[in-house]
Each structure stands twice: as structure tokens, then as C-alpha cells.
């Protein structure tokens, strides 16, 4: 059964960072990792990905300001988020992408203050 522990999110002030980390523990590899993030109000969207074989992708108002790496031995991806400002506020939700299924984690709050 899957099941991604995630953690790192938190309040921060403006210009701060965090580092999103999410785990999965039954040992499924995805094809596919990722962060996605769902603010009041909006549809959930894409932060960044990354493939087992360390291909990335983006969200252009984020691609210059955040990280994505994968740790396949440990089967974890890590969201390293830079300069963060207040629209960055959001549930920061853990996906993985596995034969045309998505699995998606709890969701973790991350706040940024003005």
C-alpha cells in the first residue's frame, strides 16, 4: 500500500525558505515524483517533478526559486524552496506517478508571511 510521509512545511516570513521532504515507505519506485500545491480557492497544480532517472520539471513562477532532487535508494524527493513570497502560500501535496495511476500524500501547510 502506498504511503508518503511528508514533512518540512511551516511558517516562514517573506524572502525565507524551506525544504519540503516526502517519503514513500512501502517501497513502491515511481516513475514519476513530485509537489504539487493547492492554495483556498484554486485548482491544485504542478510545483516540480522529477523522473526515476532524474529528469525535471518546473512551474515557471517557481523554476528559478526551487529545487527538486530524488534520493531512489531512499525513495524520497526533496523540495528545496528559496525566496519564498506570500502567493506561495498553499497545502503542498506529495505525488507519484506509477502506470497512468497518481497516489498523493496527506498534504502539509506551508505559510508565508508578508
Known amino acids: 500500500q502506498v504511503q508518503f510521509v511528508e514533512s518540512g512545511g511551516g511558517l516562514v516570513q517573506a524572502g525565507g525558505s524551506l525544504t519540503l521532504s516526502c517519503t514513500e515507505t512501502?517501497?513502491?519506485?515511481?516513475?514519476?515524483m513530485g509537489w504539487y500545491r493547492q492554495a483556498p480557492g484554486n485548482k491544485r497544480e504542478l510545483v516540480a517533478s522529477i523522473s526515476n532517472e532524474g529528469n525535471t520539471n518546473y512551474e515557471d513562477s517557481v523554476k528559478d526559486r526551487v529545487t527538486i532532487s530524488r534520493d531512489n535508494a531512499k525513495n524520497t524527493v526533496i523540495l528545496e524552496m528559496h525566496s519564498l513570497k506570500p502567493e506561495d502560500t498553499a497545502v503542498y501535496y506529495c505525488?507519484?506517478?506509477?502506470?497512468?495511476?497518481?497516489?498523493w500524500g496527506q498534504g502539509i501547510q506551508v505559510t508565508v508571511s508578508p
Open positions: 512501502s517501497g513502491i519506485v515511481f516513475r514519476l
Open positions: 505525488h507519484g506517478a506509477l502506470w497512468g495511476y497518481d497516489y
